[in-house]
C-alpha cells in the first residue's frame, strides 16, 4: 500500500491557512480587557480539559508490568497525568480548540450586545398602538 502524499507539505507553515484563521477576532465594544482575558482563560481551560480527557482514553488501553506498575494508585496516577498533560499542551498553544471557543464566545457576546441595542432602540409597542378612549354613558 502507498503511502505517498499527492502534493508536498510544507512542515512548520501557516502560508496555506485561511486568512481569518490567523486574525486574532475584535471583541465588541463594551468588553473590558479583563472580560476578554477571562474569556480567553475560560476558552484555554475547556481545551485542556478536551485534551485531558483525550489523552485519559490514550491510557485506558495501557497494562502496566512488574516490579513498578499496577494497582488502584496507578490508575488514580494516570488520570492526573491525562490532565496535567492536557493543562500543559493547552496553555503551550493546544491544538485550536481555544481559539475557535474564544471566537464563538465572542460573537456570542456580540450577538448580544446587538440584540440588547435594537431592543433599546426599537419603538415601544405600548406607544406605536393609539391610545384607548373612554366612552362615558
Do not use: C
Not at 480527557?53 to 513498578?68: D, H, I, R, V, Y
Not at 499542551?89 to 450586545?113: F, H, K, P, W
Amino acid at each position: 500500500m502507498d503511502f505517498a502524499l499527492s502534493a508536498p507539505v510544507a512542515t512548520g507553515s501557516i502560508a496555506g491557512l485561511p486568512g481569518q484563521m490567523l486574525s486574532t477576532p475584535k471583541a465588541p465594544g463594551n468588553l473590558t480587557s479583563a472580560q476578554q482575558q477571562e474569556m480567553q482563560r475560560v476558552a484555554r481551560e475547556f481545551e485542556a480539559v478536551f485534551i485531558g480527557q483525550m489523552t485519559q482514553t490514550m491510557f485506558s488501553g495501557l497494562k502496566s508490568e512488574a516490579p513498578f506498575g499496577g494497582g488502584h494508585a496507578e490508575d488514580m496516577w494516570r488520570s492526573q497525568l491525562a490532565s496535567e498533560m492536557g493543562n500543559t499542551i493547552a496553555a503551550s498553544g493546544g491544538i485550536g480548540i481555544a481559539d475557535n471557543v474564544y471566537r464563538s464566545m465572542l460573537a456570542q457576546q456580540e450577538m448580544a450586545t446587538r440584540a440588547a441595542t435594537e431592543a433599546a432602540s426599537a419603538p415601544h409597542p405600548a406607544a406605536t398602538q393609539p391610545a384607548a378612549t373612554l366612552i362615558e354613558e
